[in-house]
């Protein structure tokens, strides 16, 4: 096991975005093959990365692999999601936060629909820093790479990103993870991660704040208790430290039984860092989550919308080809509102039922 490098370097929350197959979870596995050459990481497998076991986030199951892997300047914590439809819902209900991201871009097809999608996402939820793989470029010529790069650096400036100034790299993620030493094998990742370190800020943390972890998951493991996994907001934790779990009117004190970081038992964790953490004598019941809707949704549901300071009841019609939406599940829907009102593209919403909530969205069309 390598040492624990938790003192002196700071934490960096990143992840994968692009279409489908374009290499996302391909270059996942790819950096930690290469960092792990340089004995600062162990290498994860793409079968281990696409087989994420399903994350209970806040009552709404989301697939998303969580892989660590440090370089010499910084600890990372890197969100790989399997399906787009997951990767929608992680962002809309924020269960990782990126500190920037890494588009990759096959240059087999350049931007393509999801391409768009995700940098939409990323910039509603205030993801500032992107850098870009362009992939796949051992199977396609030098002029088309070049052109694909042009249409990216484009795409992002539309979106409001810095597109001249983003490092862009070309190569394979696929030579880089068969251990391919060239240009577009390893070279290319290290030259990805150079720019990640360089270009991604780390993000001011509070690490004096009392510590506060906003749970986004439990599992119970056997024989041991009670585990949450989160990303510390504030302050910083110690084996053994006191703690309060609240919420719901009460306060159910504990102590820490143990603290992981990516499966490596540490002896503190501070604001920054994606945690997991053995609560002592703690039941599951006693982690209440946030309680949405138990039958699922038709064409034709009516209730109140919430965005900004307004709120309007509203008509919710589903995909005809689509009879119902299950609790947990993620769809494109239309919208009908009663009366006219101002909003934007991008602008997050929320449906609530009873003084409960049922739904978030992001408005992404208007239809009239
Ligand atoms: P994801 O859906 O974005 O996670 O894409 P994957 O990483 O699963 O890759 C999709 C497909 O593209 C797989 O069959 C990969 O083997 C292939 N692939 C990924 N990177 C490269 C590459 O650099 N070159 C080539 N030729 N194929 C690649
Ligand atoms: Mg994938």
């Not at 919208?335 to 969205?361: C, H, S, W, Y």
Request: proline share 5%.
């Amino acid at each position: 096991l390598r040492p624990y490098s938790g003192a002196a370097k700071p934490a960096c929350n990143i992840g994968t975005i692009g279409h489908v197959d374009h290499g996302k979870t391909t270059l996942t596995a790819a950096i930690t093959k290469v960092l792990e050459k340089d004995g600062l990481s162990q290498f994860v497998a793409y079968d281990q990365i696409d087989k994420a076991p399903e994350e209970k986030a806040r009552g709404i199951t989301i697939n998303i692999a969580h892989v660590g892997y440090e370089t010499v300047k910084r600890k990372y914590a890197h969100v790989d999601c399997p399906g787009h439809a997951d990767f929608v819902k992680n962002m809309i209900v924020g269960a990782s936060q990126m500190d920037g991201a890494i588009l990759v871009v096959a240059a087999t097809d350049g931007s393509m629909p999801q391409t768009r999608e995700h940098l939409l996402l990323i910039k509603q939820v205030g993801v500032k820093h992107v850098v870009v793989y362009i992939n796949k470029a051992d199977i396609i010529d030098n002029e088309v790479i070049e052109l694909v790069e042009l249409e990216i650096r484009e795409l992002l400036t539309d979106f409001g990103f810095n597109g001249h100034e983003i490092p862009c790299i070309v190569g394979s993620a696929l030579l880089a993870l068969k251990g391919n030493t060239s240009e577009f094998g390893e070279q290319s990742v290290r030259k990805l991660l150079d720019a990640v370190d360089s270009y991604i800020p780390t993000p001011e943390r509070d690490f004096t704040s009392p510590f506060f972890l906003p749970i986004d998951n439990f599992l119970l493991v056997p024989g041991r208790g009670l585990v949450v996994i989160g990303t510390i907001k504030k302050g910083t934790v110690k084996k053994n430290d006191k703690i309060d779990l609240l919420g719901f009117d009460e306060k159910i004190t504990t102590s820490i039984g143990d603290i992981q970081i990516f499966k490596t038992s540490v002896p503190y964790a501070k604001a920054g860092e994606n945690v997991g953490i053995l609560l002592r004598g703690i039941k599951p019941k006693s982690l209440r989550k946030e309680g949405g809707r138990s039958k699922p949704i038709m064409s034709n549901y009516q209730q109140q919308l919430f965005s900004h300071t307004w709120n309007i009841v509203c008509r919710i019609d589903l995909d005809p080809a689509v009879p119902m939406i299950m609790p947990g599940e993620h769809g494109d829907v239309k919208i009908i509102l009663l009366n006219k009102m101002i909003m934007d593209i991008g602008q997050p919403f929320t449906i609530r039922e009873n003084e409960r909530t049922v739904a978030t969205g992001i408005i992404t069309k208007f239809l009239s």
